[in-house]
């Protein structure tokens, strides 16, 4: 079961964190869902459960009369998705580096329409990016896809003979593949061992 999986990926301290996120009104749909899963947290700290502990919470928290299979798959359901966007958000705000963060924020003011500020912004980071002295593989990834976003971009002039940011994408692209390549190329194989 989606949910349970999940759960039993949650560090110990994150179970609040959950419920904190829960009670958020940015992604609050209803007090029924929180209800649950305070009840599951109080019965069972560990949140070591199988599906028929499910089913027992659910009648708990909500009475026999409402319990139907599928009011309780479309709970189940709903704590399974919001549980992964809390993993994700969680991922996203503790990432060590800066670099993701910023192409999601570009990527997101071209979606957006931010017309100058997401050329400013684009370019910023762009220029910031190629600057570095050393760059991990996912650095080249990253700048392809930031120039890629540029190009592609509804205000960027594309008649040119030579669009930069399209052979800007190219050449990241490029190596990219060519270091990513010659990693895996120096990775020693598994042995196998027979018993």
């Excluded at 459960?49 to 798959?73: H, I, P, V």
């Excluded at 509804?154 to 990693?183: F, G």
Aim: with cysteine; aromatic share 14%.
């Amino acid at each position: 079961m989606k949910l349970l999986n999940l759960l039993k990926t949650l560090e110990k301290e994150e179970y609040r964190e959950f419920e904190k996120f829960l009670q958020s009104p940015f992604f609050k749909a209803g007090d029924q869902y929180l209800k649950y899963y305070q009840y599951l947290l109080k019965q069972h700290p560990s949140l070591a459960l199988d599906s028929q502990d499910l089913e027992n919470a659910y009648r708990r928290c909500f009475g026999e009369a409402s319990f139907s299979s599928s009011k309780m798959y479309n709970l189940l359901s709903w704590l399974a998705k919001h549980l992964e966007n809390f993993i994700s958000v969680k991922t996203l705000l503790s990432q060590p580096n800066a670099e993701l963060k910023g192409m999601l924020l570009v990527q997101s003011l071209g979606q957006r329409k931010a017309g100058a500020y997401f050329k400013t912004r684009a370019h910023a980071t762009v220029d910031e990016w190629a600057g570095l002295p050393i760059k991990k593989t996912e650095d080249y990834h990253l700048l392809q896809l930031l120039n890629q976003e540029i190009y592609f971009h509804p205000t960027t002039a594309k008649h040119r003979e030579h669009p930069p940011y399209l052979q800007s994408a190219v050449e990241y692209l490029d190596l990219y593949y060519c270091i990513s390549k010659l990693r895996y190329a120096v990775v020693p194989p598994r042995i196998r061992t027979t018993s």
